[in-house]
């Protein structure tokens, strides 16, 4: 590779350095195919004796390019081909045209170039820049060709994936190329006009390049775009529970009146869901040394005959009681009798027996004084404890 090439070759890439602001966010692209070579037919005049000196067009060499994106429109390329062998003719009016060499070069070029349709199938594409052409003077004839600069100006398209993918390319270019073309001092070649002068002058080339590639493009390829999912419905908060109506309650035991079975309750009592006292004292009396229930008791047995139907979940326990007079084993069973007195009753007006049980526990639990006769009269007594959790 000349001097000349790997000086292009660096200026591309330090171009390409200083102008991408990112070379993760860029895509490449790398093509390789044939071009074919059009120089322009303009001749030179070799001396006074109607001599010419021209080009002719030259066939299909192998060519390649790299492309850098450095952005969805902008990109810079470094276009290069294999040796171009263009014949080179000497034409006199009079003999006619005989080839007297050949000429070598390579025109290597940097373009910046400008993509339209970037998201497309079909990407067409213009740009310019500056061209190198390397001439290859080790020939049979004296005459030789300077290398040069000029300018280069271009086109094509891309035709083929659009964001990573192969590609097929077609395009065309023109390279300002004027060389000057001299004759070795010294030479006996007859060119030279009477003066002696060896300056053959400035030569207008202008080589126009078409080629067809074939190419692939690296890139990332964009996310496609992901739909926002729905809001997922918020459910409104639960109404507030409204606040309780307060209710009725004429015995304040915590159960409305019409709910409660048992009104009236005492001040204080523990009752159910009903309303009903969970143990309570009955209003049944007993004369002295008597099991026999009093008259006045019935209506006291009877509210418990209803409750016992109204509450059909309730159990419970019958106890009896004495006063002090007499022995405690007397006592004793005087108040087991007592108890089965009143449980017999509520027996006997259709209550299960099994929901309930009678014990006596004898003068051991007094309420009253048994130094009075009132307070005696208060202990003869029978109790109903309720034995089930009331609910």
Known sequence: MSRSMRSLIAATLATAA???PSVASADWIVRAGGAWLEPEQSDVDVGTNGNRLRIDDDGAVVAADVTWLFTDHLGVELWASD?????????NRAAGQRGVDSVDFQAPTL?????????GILRPYIGGGVAYTMVDNEARSPIY?????????GGGVDIGERYRGFLVNVYAKYIDFSPEAKVTPGSTVP???ADGDVRLGNWDINPMIYGVNIGYRFGQVPAEPVAEAEPVPVAPPPAPEPEPVACA????????DEADKCPNTPAGAKVDKFGCPLEQTLKVLFDFDSSELRPESLT???????????????????????????TEEYNQALSDRRAKAVFDYLSSRGIDPARLKSIGHGELKPIADNATAEGRQLNRRVMLIRTDSGM
Not at 111 to 119: A, G, Y
Not at 300 to 326: K, Q
Request: aromatic share 10%.
């Open 18 to 20: 200083v102008a991408a």
């Open 83 to 91: 040796t171009f062998n263009s014949g080179l003719f000497l034409e």
């Open 111 to 119: 373009s910046l170039q400008w993509h339209f349709n970037p998201d």
């Open 145 to 153: 060709i300077d290398d040069g600069t000029g300018w280069t100006v």
């Open 191 to 193: 060119v030279a006009d």
């Open 249 to 256: 309650d004429g015995d304040n035991d915590g159960v409305c």
């Open 300 to 326: 006291e047995l009877e509210r418990v005959v209803t409750f016992m139907n109204d509450v059909p979940f309730a159990t419970a326990l019958v106890e009896g009681h004495t006063d002090s007079v007499g």
